[in-house]
């Protein structure tokens, strides 16, 4: 006789109720790794290092020489811009046009601003 028929034959005889069986909680990888990756802050990581890499395509050769994206948090991504006069033209003329491009690649859930910094 096995241990487990024995501990239950000689609950049933005892009058002692069974335990509760808990059910079957097995995850696919497939399942299991978003939430992992959005548990641990990895996605948003993983958007941002996308959007890094394709910033030169994105934008073309000229803004990309000047400027290079830093990070992206929450939705922004902060674009850093080598001189003050660069800063204006992509705020004011090209902000529009970058941001276009970037949703439409990467999705609005995703990318929501730009914002330009002098450094």
Known sequence: M?????????????????????????????????KLMQ????????HESEVIEAW???????IAGHSAPVSLREGILYVRVLQPALHYQFEQISKADILR????????????DVRFRVG
């Open 101 to 112: 491009k970037l949703k439409r690649r990467f999705g609005a859930k995703i990318i929501r």
């Open 39 to 46: 548990r641990l802050g990895l996605k948003e990581r993983l």
């Open 56 to 62: 030169g395509e994105i934008v073309g050769d000229f």
């Open 2 to 34: 096995n241990p487990s028929l024995r501990a239950s034959v000689i609950s049933e005889w005892r009058g002692l109720r069974e335990p509760k069986q808990r059910p079957d909680q097995t995850q696919t990888t497939t399942e299991l790794l978003p």
